[in-house]
């Protein structure tokens, strides 16, 4: 109980010593960003767009940020039903060795996947990380081959991973832009990760031959507590990366990513961060269309259904950092009057056109939702027969 006690209050003290403000400027120029750490990025999330960035490309050393990738892999098992949330994992020798930020798991101690992610997320630690990635593939190794195939499958061109934690080892590097990248698929695709990452303080159960403790957890971003809109996501620090941070944010319907990667001091590192995001949410603006209205049938020549249904192929967004009136913006379908079969499921149909003051800023495919196969002499004999029988 001490130790939890200590612990929380040397975090209330960090906390005390930092300050920031959520206020949003008017609009900020870039010359006015005072921006300290060599290599950051700011991204929109639905879009993906780039708001902000200085050398975005220059290949660094992680750190913990790595553990994004690790939490993606994670819930991508979830997903396939491979694990669940309820699953016990089993702690060994090696995963209990790992140095850096840890959660003291001991060998042959178990957990559930659910307080591994807690102790990943808030508490960034070391060991819950092998200890998932060995229970998920096998070996930390295999793990880290599909961390570099799922960051190849997203664009991450200049990413290599060497470990899932991100402990320094020679080799183990990626970028600001590429950490934006995986951040991005993080939050969109499993936003449930915001209920492990905005936890401010926690505690796990440890359960073990010595007997039964607390150990208590404490957010190791700082933002959650000190900046309004916070939403995430992971920092991280060692001796070579320095002082790494992926900060996510929401304000209304905007959510921000702000990647800082080799700050010379943790201050530093979420001060650069809030500059970023104030400056993101002074600046855009964005346009979002669900586009759950419902589209017509097409008619069909030659086909063996006389109509074939369609839908947008997903929502849309648009980012705008120039001021303008979004309330202009306007939709046009473009599809044709019929359509001739065959035509493949999933194929385009046409495409939903968005403009705004007359300029094209993008569009949205329209599938079809069925296949619609060409007919036959034979399927033309039979609707005669069935003609005459009906007559």
């Known amino acids: 109980m001490r130790c939890i006690l200590s612990l929380f209050l040397s975090a209330s003290m960090l906390f005390t010593s930092l300050s920031f403000t959520a206020e949003t400027p008017a609009q900020t120029s870039t010359e006015e960003l005072n921006i300290s750490a060599p290599s950051v990025v700011l991204m929109e999330s639905s879009t993906g767009q780039i708001i902000y960035e200085k050398d975005s490309h220059t ?25 669940t949330l309820d699953d016990t994992v089993t702690v060994s020798d090696y995963a209990a060795s790992m140095g850096g930020s840890q959660v003291f798991l001991e060998p042959g101690e178990t957990q559930t996947v659910d307080t591994m992610l807690k102790c990943i997320s808030i508490a960034s630690a070391n060991d819950a990380c092998v200890a998932m990635a060995e229970y998920i593939c096998g070996s930390e190794q295999e793990f880290v081959n599909q961390m570099n195939q799922r960051a190849k499958s997203l664009g991450m061109k200049d990413t290599t991973f060497v470990n899932c934690c991100g402990l320094d080892t020679d080799g183990h590097m990626t970028t600001a832009y590429d950490v934006a990248l995986m951040s991005r698929e993080l939050i969109t695709k499993y936003p449930q990760i ?8 926690d505690t796990i159960t440890h359960v073990t031959a010595k007997g039964s403790s607390e150990f208590g957890l404490t957010n190791t971003n700082k933002l959650i507590k000190q900046y309004e809109y916070a939403t995430g996501l992971k920092t991280g620090s060692t001796s070579q990366a320095k002082y790494c941070l992926s900060a996510t944010a ?84 473009k599809l044709p009057k019929t359509i001739s079969a065959p035509k493949k499921k999933s194929s385009i149909a046409g495409k939903a056109v968005y403009k705004l003051n007359g300029k094209e800023i993008g569009s949205v495919n329209i599938l079809f939702q069925s296949s619609v196969k060409k007919a036959t002499f034979r399927d033309y004999f039979k609707w005669t027969l069935d003609a005459l029988f009906m007559s």
């Open 59 to 83: 290949s660094l050393h992680p750190a913990s940020i790595t553990k994004i990738m690790t939490m993606i892999l994670i819930f991508d098992a979830l997903e396939k039903g491979t694990i």
């Open 194 to 201: 915001h209920n492990y990452c905005t936890v401010w303080m």
């Open 250 to 333: 929401k304000r209304d319907d905007m959510e921000l990513i702000a990647v800082v990667m080799a700050a010379p001091d943790y201050k530093v590192r979420f001060q650069d961060a809030v500059s970023l995001l104030n400056y993101g949410f002074g600046k855009c603006n964005i346009y979002h269309d669900e586009n759950q209205d419902e589209l017509p049938n097409l008619p069909v020549t030659g086909g063996v259904s006389d109509s074939v249904a369609i839908a947008y192929e997903s929502e849309f967004s648009y980012l705008d950092v120039s001021g303008a009136d979004l309330s202009k913006i306007t939709k046009e379908l």
